[in-house]
């Protein structure tokens, strides 16, 4: 073997083991600490229950997927006019008054949906105790539009 070829080949050596050490200890990193944050950070909606009991989470994701469901009609309009609406503005003229209808047609569809969801955490919440109740809606602040930038109250 060439001094030039072992010269190459313990470069591309101290490349593989830099790269395969580095890959290690990103995968150790992320599994000591990375991916369990990550899990419990669940921000969508159906983690607001995520401190109450399994049945009243099961309870609660199912009233949400039924307020989906039953608003997928609305849902369906939202996304079809928006569709429509970016129809609309890649046109080479815009219509401003088609434009206008459009808009207001998806911010109808969209109330619909919004209120549907929220009558299904309303109904829900009825169904809770005072102190799971408290529980809820410190959960439910920063998941969706419900309680977004709500001031939590001081505690005397």
């Given at each position: 073997?060439?001094?030039?070829?072992?010269?190459?080949?313990i470069a591309?050596?101290l490349?593989?083991?830099?790269?395969?050490?580095?890959?290690?200890?990103?995968?150790?990193?992320?599994?000591?600490?990375?991916?369990?944050?990550?899990?419990?950070?669940?921000?969508?909606l159906?983690?607001?229950?995520?401190h109450?009991?399994?049945?009243?989470?099961?309870?609660?994701?199912?009233?949400?997927?039924?307020?989906?469901h039953?608003a997928?009609?609305?849902?369906?309009?939202?996304?079809?006019?928006?569709?429509?609406?970016?129809?609309?503005?890649?046109?080479?003229?815009?219509?401003?008054?088609?434009?206008?209808?459009?808009?207001?047609?998806?911010?109808?569809?969209d109330?619909?949906?919004?209120?549907?969801?929220?009558?299904a955490?309303?109904?829900?919440?009825?169904t809770?105790?005072?102190?799971?109740?408290?529980?809820?809606?410190?959960?439910?602040?920063?998941?969706?539009?419900?309680?977004?930038?709500?001031?939590?109250?001081?505690?005397?």
């Amino acid at each position: 073997m060439s001094p030039g070829s072992r010269t190459i080949l313990i470069a591309a050596s101290l490349a593989f083991n830099v790269f395969f050490v580095g890959a290690a200890g990103g995968a150790l990193l992320w599994y000591s600490f990375g991916h369990e944050r990550l899990a419990q950070q669940g921000q969508g909606l159906r983690f607001a229950a995520q401190h109450l009991s399994a049945p009243q989470q099961k309870i609660f994701r199912q009233r949400l997927n039924q307020a989906r469901h039953d608003a997928a009609a609305d849902v369906e309009a939202a996304r079809n006019g928006r569709a429509q609406l970016a129809t609309l503005l890649s046109a080479d003229t815009i219509d401003q008054q088609a434009v206008d209808i459009q808009l207001e047609v998806v911010r109808k569809a969209d109330i619909n949906v919004r209120t549907a969801v929220e009558k299904a955490v309303l109904d829900f919440a009825q169904t809770l105790t005072p102190d799971e109740r408290r529980i809820f809606v410190q959960d439910l602040r920063g998941r969706g539009a419900m309680l977004r930038n709500a001031a939590q109250k001081k505690a005397p």
